[in-house]
């Protein structure tokens, strides 16, 4: 489902619209999370044709959720009576977003490439990876999908193929004029964004695991250090005592 719908579009009935954007975002890069794990399957010992429809599927719905996330998020921006504190989450929600489509659109350039030198309708010769077991149950959870069935693996045409390579393009391109109509919509300059979560905290917030490794690396370089110091004083006391009896020797003997 092409990424058609160029309006920006706010209808302004959510109660919450930061949490809201937040929601979409993550819902997004689950989405996402799930098509790079198809696209790496695509020429292994799993591809199949449950395969090219769980990511056709899964592709889907990445662009539905990026549509409504870029008409929510530009909205925001562009509104001048947003709060300072609101626009910087915003924002960060954006450098998300954007970042998260170009994923997605280089996963798609992947598979557009690797289905032409994997074909199921040329029954072509499949990497043996060793990966087992099938990905619908995955692509269910993704897509919040409980009842999900397993396409059935027919025989895939070389009529089919071409028109899904040919679908397939036409949503790369989309995808692309997408990423470039987001930049000229709404200027948020990625390297002005500063990363907040918990992710970045102090390393006091951490784990007692992480602060115990934490102080063994201490202990360990301030004995280092210590051994060091001694080292070196050992060494400038050798060479005074060299040069005090250099200089005596240079004395007696003129």
Same mark, same amino acid.
Not at 119 to 124: G, K
């Given at each position: 489902m092409p990424l058609c719908n160029n309006k920006v579009v706010d209808d302004g009935t959510s109660a919450h619209p930061l949490q809201e954007g937040k929601t979409m975002v993550d819902s997004l890069v689950k989405v996402v999370a799930c098509y790079r794990h198809l696209a790496s399957c695509v020429g292994g010992c799993t591809d199949s044709s449950s395969l090219r429809c769980d990511l056709r599927q899964t592709r889907e719905r990445a662009q539905v959720l990026a549509l409504s996330c870029r008409n929510h998020l530009t909205a925001r921006l562009r509104d001048k009576?947003?709060?300072?504190?609101?626009?910087?989450?915003?924002?960060?929600?954006?450098?998300?977003?954007?970042?998260?489509?170009?994923?997605?659109?280089?996963?798609?350039?992947?598979?557009?490439?690797?289905?032409?030198?994997?074909?199921?309708?040329?029954?072509?010769?499949?990497?043996?990876?060793? =990966?087992?077991g099938g990905t619908t149950e995955m692509v269910a959870r993704a897509l919040s999908l409980p009842d999900l069935q397993e396409a059935s693996d027919g025989t895939q045409t070389s009529?089919?193929?071409?028109?899904?390579?040919?679908?397939?393009?036409?949503? =790369?391109?989309?995808?692309?004029?997408?990423?470039?109509?987001?930049?000229?919509?709404?200027?948020?300059?990625?390297w002005t964004v500063e990363a907040q979560g918990l992710q970045y905290a102090d390393p006091v917030s951490t784990d007692s695991a992480s602060l115990a490794l934490l102080s063994i690396d201490e202990e360990a370089a301030e004995r280092f250090c210590d051994r060091s110091q001694i080292f070196m004083a050992m060494i400038l006391c050798g060479v005074a005592i060299f040069a005090v009896a250099l200089s005596v020797c240079v004395v007696f003997l003129a």
């Amino acid at each position: 489902m092409p990424l058609c719908n160029n309006k920006v579009v706010d209808d302004g009935t959510s109660a919450h619209p930061l949490q809201e954007g937040k929601t979409m975002v993550d819902s997004l890069v689950k989405v996402v999370a799930c098509y790079r794990h198809l696209a790496s399957c695509v020429g292994g010992c799993t591809d199949s044709s449950s395969l090219r429809c769980d990511l056709r599927q899964t592709r889907e719905r990445a662009q539905v959720l990026a549509l409504s996330c870029r008409n929510h998020l530009t909205a925001r921006l562009r509104d001048k009576t947003l709060p300072d504190d609101e626009k910087k989450e915003t924002e960060l929600l954006w450098v998300a977003f954007s970042s998260c489509l170009e994923l997605l659109h280089a996963d798609m350039c992947k598979v557009f490439s690797m289905v032409k030198h994997f074909s199921l309708a040329s029954n072509s010769t499949m990497v043996q990876t060793g =990966i087992q077991g099938g990905t619908t149950e995955m692509v269910a959870r993704a897509l919040s999908l409980p009842d999900l069935q397993e396409a059935s693996d027919g025989t895939q045409t070389s009529s089919m193929e071409g028109q899904e390579q040919s679908q397939l393009e036409q949503e =790369i391109a989309q995808v692309d004029r997408t990423l470039e109509d987001m930049e000229l919509k709404v200027n948020v300059l990625r390297w002005t964004v500063e990363a907040q979560g918990l992710q970045y905290a102090d390393p006091v917030s951490t784990d007692s695991a992480s602060l115990a490794l934490l102080s063994i690396d201490e202990e360990a370089a301030e004995r280092f250090c210590d051994r060091s110091q001694i080292f070196m004083a050992m060494i400038l006391c050798g060479v005074a005592i060299f040069a005090v009896a250099l200089s005596v020797c240079v004395v007696f003997l003129a």
